[in-house]
Nanobody, 114 residues
Framework: QVQLVESGGGLVQAGGSLRLSCAASGSIFSFNTMGWYRQAPGKQREPVAVLTSGGSTDYADSVKGRFTISRDNAKNTVYLQMNSLKPLDTGVYYC????????WGQGTQVTVSA
């Protein structure tokens, strides 16, 4: 069974930075893609960044140039470096990994104050 454990969320002022981590059970090479979704209060969950097994990345327009997704294969961990954070980035951030289905982590709260 796939387990994804996120960490690194917290409270930060606008303009600040956070780095989220997602530790996966087993080798991350077993996943077709890994990435991050977020859900803001009162809104639907939306994709933020994805990383394919081949190393390609894609980002939501709202975070391009500010967020970077990366991975450490030896640690079976995917990261989301978030810079120049804005209050609109506030939400619960979920790590995802896809095989034949999409697996979800439990989420980590990110709060950006004005």
């Amino acid at each position: 069974q796939v387990q994804l454990v996120e960490s690194g969320g917290g409270l930060v002022q606008a303009g600040g930075s956070l780095r989220l981590s997602c530790a996966a059970s087993g080798s991350i090479f077993s996943f077709n893609t890994m990435g991050w979704y977020r859900q803001a209060p009162g809104k639907q969950r939306e994709p933020v960044a994805v990383l394919t097994s081949g190393g390609s990345t894609d980002y939501a327009d709202s975070v391009k140039g500010r967020f970077t997704i990366s991975r450490d294969n030896a640690k079976n961990t995917v990261y989301l470096q978030m810079n120049s954070l804005k209050p609109l980035d506030t939400g619960v951030y979920y790590c995802i990994a896809t095989t034949r289905i999409m697996h979800w982590g439990q989420g980590t709260q990110v709060t950006v104050s004005a």
